[in-house]
């Protein structure tokens, strides 16, 4: 599920959004951040006392289940400019 070990040694040395636990929260909370955290860039987890980044299928997951609410607010957003 995840992917190859990230180039950080230490995990605190990941930026905090970066961080799997934070990105979640951020996720849940402001999911626009987050489809930009995931396109930006890689988010990082421990397994195994082994820093990991996040696959293709957990990115690929987590941008479409993002995208469908994201893709329905715009389009409210422009019906309500155009009527």
Sequence with gaps: MGGD???YQ???EIPAYRQHGIFWLIYVLFG???LLILITGDVYYL???KIKRFG???RVAAGLILAV???LIVVGIVM???A
């Design 5 to 7: 070990e990230g180039e």
């Design 10 to 12: 230490d995990y605190d």
């Design 32 to 34: 626009p951040m987050a």
């Design 47 to 49: 397994r195994n006392d």
């Design 56 to 58: 293709i299928i957990n």
């Design 69 to 71: 609410p994201v893709s």
């Design 80 to 82: 309500e400019l155009v």
